[in-house]
T-cell receptor, first 116, second 114 residues
Framework: DVKVTQSSRYLVKRTGEKVFLECVQD?????MFWYRQDPGLGLRLIYF???????EKGDIPEGYSVSREKKERFSLILESASTNQTSMYLC???????????????FGPGTRLTVT | GNSVTQMEGPVTLSEEAFLTINCTYT??????LFWYVQYPGEGLQLLLK?????DKGSNKGFEATYRKETTSFHLEKGSVQVSDSAVYFC?????????????FGKGTLLTVNP
């Protein structure tokens, strides 16, 4: 089974702190994603990475950066946390899509971040 | 651009009731369509999928049919159980190999009471 793990289930940080959220997948997937989930807004893509050291902005990248130094690990960084970044953060991974295959993203359990 | 619209919740049903959660989409061409489910305290997991018009995806008693003419992918289950209580997300992936992004709807919270 594909496993995507996230470093923390719950995290409480203060405004202005630098925050690292870690995600690890064990299926050798090329693609990894960071989403945030908010009530009434669904899932919104922050960043994704299609290869080591490669990244692409998603729909809401402002205030975030990412790092992918190894294929299995994708980190989300909040340089200076703010209260409006209080949210549930979900990491996902997927293989490269090939013609004829069924595409699926595999999700981690999420990190609920509270910024006070 | 691509978008997914699904019925707003919350939806509250009694056990063994019939469930429909509506989902319509806007996309160029013929996307792949998905339903994901998020049980309390967990991440999302794929429930079912369809990749072309008139395909029916099914899993765990849930079904959804890809309707190109109405750009819809409604989720149905004939008899819900308490264990089906979760948030359900409709999503699409545009056709083409270079774009891996999924576009999600806002989610529908389902609560099933015994």
């Amino acid at each position: 089974d594909v496993k995507v793990t996230q470093s923390s289930r719950y995290l409480v940080k203060r405004t202005g702190e630098k925050v690292f959220l870690e995600c690890v997948q064990d299926m050798d997937h090329e693609n990894m994603f960071w989403y945030r989930q908010d009530p009434g807004l669904g899932l919104r893509l922050i960043y994704f990475s299609y290869d080591v050291k490669m990244k692409e902005k998603g729909d809401i990248p402002e205030g975030y950066s990412v790092s992918r130094e190894k294929k299995e690990r994708f980190s989300l960084i909040l340089e200076s946390a703010s209260t409006n970044q209080t949210s549930m953060y979900l990491c996902a991974s997927s293989p490269i899509w090939e013609q004829g295959m069924t595409y699926e993203q595999y999700f981690g359990p999420g990190t609920r971040l509270t910024v006070t | 651009g691509n978008s997914v619209t699904q019925m707003e919740g919350p939806v509250t049903l009694s056990e063994e009731a019939f469930l429909t959660i509506n989902c319509t989409y806007t996309a160029t061409g013929y996307p792949s369509l998905f339903w994901y489910v998020q049980y309390p305290g967990e991440g999302l997991q794929l429930l079912l999928k369809a990749t072309k018009a008139d395909d029916k995806g099914s899993n765990k008693g849930f079904e959804a049919t890809y309707r190109k003419e109405t750009t819809s992918f409604h989720l149905e289950k004939g008899s819900v159980q308490v264990s089906d209580s979760a948030v359900y997300f409709c999503a699409l992936k545009p056709r083409g190999g270079s774009n891996y992004k999924l576009t999600f709807g806002k989610g529908t919270l389902l609560t099933v009471n015994p």
